[in-house]
């Protein structure tokens, strides 16, 4: 109750303002709700195109650099396979023989010159299946003191079935999997004889970070960069915390196929309670990912500078615009003032005071309005209104002497009883067809049934058979069932009263009318049928366009089929339609269509 008292007293308020502070609050609040709605609309907008933008520059940059990695990885299998071209050494590891002094210090050799071919390794080793000797040198030793022992420890590797067999004979994992925490992944590969398949030797060696540090990733402030393979396994991670996060986000998240790649709004992920924008690019031969997540908050911080701009100009134009509004309405709200003053006096009785406001047209329009106004005011206070008075009820007097339709009425029963005196029944059949066609068009219903309606046709055929003789004739079948159905008064005659006037109006030959009806599923046709002149393409073409207009103005004065058409639309709805069908030279057919009710079939109706 408090708070629609509130607002009540806030209306009244309103109310008893004046229409300079009504017109400026309305247009100010107004002007304020469209800026603000402009300016937050931009600034979304802006907001979506900035991140969509950047999104798409760190897509084709993580594109660039999976191709790059892609050829990495290459590189790594062509170093992995360097050993296999050199003939000496594929010699030495084929043999059961044991090695002699030159022959292992020829393979040490080969395993210093294959570490130190490369910057990145952490570490190398070969493993000699024949003799059951290891070979592993490390940056941790130097280069003269090279590790020798048994190959037992290559056996014992958790992913030796996979590097041993398959179709590859590799295998890559983390290279803290391997136990160097220091690097990115350790490299296995299996040197086999090509004729039975069977292992020779195996060479290992761990990659360092040095690559992924300098080459993937966008160096944006708190960005995490991912390199992870096609099963989920993260390699290389350039944030240390929260690994069993990312590492779940990895499997669950970043696996799943892309369903739309355009919509970047959608790639907002969480992790510890951290939006991040994900944005991920897959290595087109090794299938790995590289993933860069970047804070939402990073993002947004690239946009600050857009919504202070425009919360700024935002702010600076309402102070404008209220400021501008506030001295238009006033000077475009003048005249009124004045007319309001000028109206006060003429209610305390000053009728002589014109007014000359300048303005715009609608204000012009007013003031001289104002001004007629006046001066037919103060005519009026001095002219003689008795007399006017006088005048009017005279006028009145007249129009309650004019000719009553009973007049009418008297006047042709005086016309039959003549006619019967005199032996003339035609005429008396003729009169009373007149006067019974007379009181049926001012009866005031608007429906009768379907029985009455046909009676005053057939007064209006015989009239019009009296008129035209041997030129006219008609047949009518009406199904006694139908007659008492509800139809509009007058309409079935109007249909007969068309096809008399246009069918014969231009023809001296004979005319035939067929008037019949027909009830289907709550709908009566009514058909009337000519084989007058008929009507032209054009002309018909014409009259239908009319019917099907929309046109609801009836005028009263006149009878035709768009009024009809009115009157049954109005009645009936849409469900009510007249159609025409005609060809020219041949003769017209016109149906009323229309819904109606089942008629009382036991009741006695007289053949038409």
Same mark, same amino acid.
């Given at each position: 109750?408090?708070?629609?008292?509130a607002?009540?007293?806030?209306?009244?308020?309103?109310?008893?303002?004046?229409?300079?502070?009504?017109?400026?609050?309305?247009?100010?609040?107004?002007?304020?709700?469209?800026?603000?709605?402009?300016?937050?609309?931009?600034?979304?907008?802006?907001?979506?195109?900035?991140?969509?933008?950047?999104?798409?520059?760190?897509?084709?940059?993580?594109?660039?650099?999976?191709?790059?990695?892609?050829?990495?990885?290459?590189q790594?299998?062509?170093?992995?396979?360097?050993?296999?071209?050199?003939?000496?050494?594929?010699?030495?590891?084929?043999?059961?023989?044991?090695?002699?002094?030159?022959?292992?210090?020829?393979l040490?050799?080969?395993?210093?010159?294959?570490?130190?071919f490369?910057?990145?390794?952490?570490?190398?080793?070969?493993?000699?299946?024949?003799?059951?000797?290891?070979?592993?040198?490390?940056?941790?030793?130097?280069?003269?003191?090279?590790?020798?022992?048994?190959?037992?420890?290559?056996?014992?590797?958790?992913?030796?079935?996979?590097?041993?067999?398959?179709?590859?004979?590799?295998?890559?994992?983390?290279?803290?999997?391997?136990?160097?925490?220091?690097?990115?992944?350790?490299?296995?590969?299996?040197?086999?004889?090509?004729?039975?398949?069977?292992?020779?030797?195996?060479?290992?060696?761990?990659?360092?970070?040095?690559?992924?540090?300098?080459?993937?990733?966008?160096?944006?402030?708190n960005?995490i960069?991912?390199?992870?393979?096609?099963?989920?396994?993260?390699?290389?991670?350039?944030?240390?915390?929260?690994?069993?996060?990312?590492?779940?986000?990895?499997?669950?998240?970043?696996?799943r196929?892309?369903?739309? +790649?355009? %919509?970047?709004?959608? #790639? @907002?992920?969480?992790?510890? *309670?951290? /939006?991040?924008?994900?944005?991920? &690019?897959? $290595?087109?031969?090794?299938?790995?990912?590289?993933?860069?997540?970047?804070?939402?908050?990073?993002?947004?911080?690239?946009?600050?500078?857009?919504?202070?701009?425009?919360?700024f100009?935002?702010?600076?134009?309402?102070?404008?615009?209220?400021?501008?509004?506030s001295?238009?309405?006033?000077?475009?709200?003048?005249?009124?003032?004045?007319?309001?003053?000028?109206? +006060?006096? %003429?209610?305390?009785? #000053? @009728?002589?005071?014109?007014? *000359?406001? /300048?303005?715009?047209?609608?204000? &012009?329009? $007013?003031?001289?309005?104002?001004?007629?106004?006046?001066?037919?005011?103060?005519?009026?206070?001095?002219?003689?209104?008795?007399?006017?008075?006088?005048?009017k009820?005279?006028?009145?007097?007249?129009?309650?002497?004019?000719?009553?339709?009973?007049?009418?009425?008297?006047?042709?029963?005086?016309?039959?009883?003549?006619?019967?005196?005199?032996?003339?029944?035609?005429?008396?059949?003729?009169?009373m067809?007149?006067?019974?066609?007379?009181?049926?068009?001012?009866?005031?219903?608007? &429906?009768?049934?379907?029985?009455?309606?046909?009676?005053?046709?057939?007064?209006?055929?015989?009239?019009q058979?009296?008129?035209?003789?041997?030129?006219?004739?008609?047949?009518?079948?009406?199904?006694?069932?139908?007659?008492?159905?509800?139809?509009?008064?007058?309409?079935?005659?109007?249909?007969?009263?068309?096809?008399?006037?246009?069918?014969?109006?231009?023809?001296?030959?004979?005319?035939?009318?067929?008037?019949?009806?027909?009830?289907?599923?709550?709908?009566?046709?009514?058909?009337?049928?000519?084989?007058?002149?008929?009507?032209?393409?054009?002309?018909?073409?014409?009259?239908?366009?009319?019917?099907?207009?929309?046109?609801?103005?009836?005028?009263?004065?006149?009878i035709?089929?768009?009024?009809?058409?009115?009157?049954?639309?109005?009645?009936?709805?849409?469900?009510?339609?007249?159609?025409?069908?005609?060809?020219?030279?041949?003769?017209?057919?016109?149906?009323?269509?229309?819904?109606?009710?089942?008629?009382?079939?036991?009741?006695?109706?007289?053949?038409?």
């Amino acid at each position: 109750m408090q708070k629609k008292a509130a607002i009540t007293k806030i209306k009244s308020s309103i109310k008893k303002q004046s229409l300079i502070t009504q017109l400026s609050a309305f247009v100010i609040t107004l002007m304020t709700i469209l800026l603000i709605t402009v300016i937050i609309f931009t600034y979304i907008r802006s907001s979506r195109q900035i991140i969509n933008q950047y999104v798409t520059d760190t897509q084709k940059l993580l594109d660039l650099q999976g191709s790059q990695l892609d050829a990495y990885f290459s590189q790594l299998e062509n170093f992995s396979l360097h050993l296999r071209s050199d003939q000496t050494f594929m010699e030495l590891i084929s043999t059961q023989k044991p090695l002699s002094y030159f022959s292992s210090e020829y393979l040490k050799t080969l395993v210093r010159n294959e570490f130190y071919f490369r910057n990145d390794l952490i570490d190398f080793s070969l493993y000699d299946v024949a003799h059951d000797i290891s070979y592993k040198i490390s940056r941790t030793q130097t280069a003269r003191n090279l590790q020798t022992g048994d190959t037992k420890s290559i056996y014992e590797q958790p992913n030796y079935r996979i590097f041993s067999s398959g179709k590859h004979y590799k295998d890559i994992v983390p290279a803290n999997k391997a136990g160097e925490e220091n690097g990115l992944f350790t490299f296995f590969r299996t040197i086999i004889n090509i004729q039975d398949q069977k292992a020779l030797a195996f060479v290992s060696f761990t990659v360092d970070r040095s690559w992924p540090d300098i080459n993937i990733g966008t160096a944006t402030e708190n960005e995490i960069t991912i390199l992870a393979d096609q099963h989920g396994t993260i390699f290389y991670q350039n944030e240390k915390t929260h690994n069993n996060d990312f590492d779940y986000f990895v499997k669950n998240i970043a696996l799943r196929p892309d369903e739309n +790649k355009k %919509t970047f709004s959608q #790639n @907002f992920i969480k992790i510890k *309670n951290q /939006q991040y924008m994900m944005v991920k &690019s897959r $290595l087109k031969k090794s299938e790995w990912l590289i993933i860069s997540l970047i804070p939402k908050n990073q993002l947004d911080a690239y946009t600050e500078s857009t919504r202070n701009i425009g919360f700024f100009l935002g702010f600076f134009s309402i102070l404008i615009s209220t400021f501008l509004i506030s001295i238009f309405i006033r000077y475009f709200t003048h005249p009124l003032s004045v007319l309001s003053n000028q109206l +006060k006096n %003429t209610g305390e009785g #000053n @009728f002589k005071t014109m007014l *000359n406001i /300048q303005g715009s047209s609608e204000i &012009s329009l $007013l003031s001289d309005a104002y001004n007629n106004m006046i001066q037919k005011i103060d005519d009026l206070i001095a002219k003689n209104y008795v007399s006017d008075l006088a005048k009017k009820n005279a006028q009145l007097v007249a129009l309650k002497a004019q000719i009553n339709p009973h007049f009418l009425y008297n006047t042709l029963q005086t016309i039959s009883a003549e006619a019967i005196e005199n032996n003339q029944e035609k005429i008396n059949d003729m009169v009373m067809a007149l006067s019974s066609m007379l009181k049926y068009t001012i009866r005031g219903e608007d &429906s009768v049934t379907l029985h009455t309606e046909m009676e005053h046709v057939q007064d209006y055929l015989f009239l019009q058979k009296e008129r035209f003789g041997e030129r006219l004739s008609y047949n009518i079948q009406i199904d006694k069932d139908l007659q008492l159905l509800m139809i509009p008064k007058i309409s079935v005659l109007n249909l007969v009263e068309n096809a008399v006037v246009h069918g014969m109006s231009h023809s001296a030959e004979k005319l035939h009318i067929e008037i019949s009806a027909e009830h289907q599923d709550s709908k009566l046709a009514i058909t009337v049928t000519d084989d007058g002149n008929g009507i032209s393409m054009e002309n018909l073409e014409e009259i239908q366009r009319t019917l099907e207009a929309d046109d609801w103005k009836i005028d009263g004065n006149t009878i035709g089929l768009k009024n009809l058409s009115n009157r049954l639309k109005l009645m009936y709805g849409n469900d009510a339609k007249i159609h025409v069908y005609s060809t020219q030279f041949t003769g017209t057919s016109v149906v009323m269509e229309l819904t109606t009710e089942e008629p009382n079939a036991d009741m006695e109706i007289k053949n038409v």
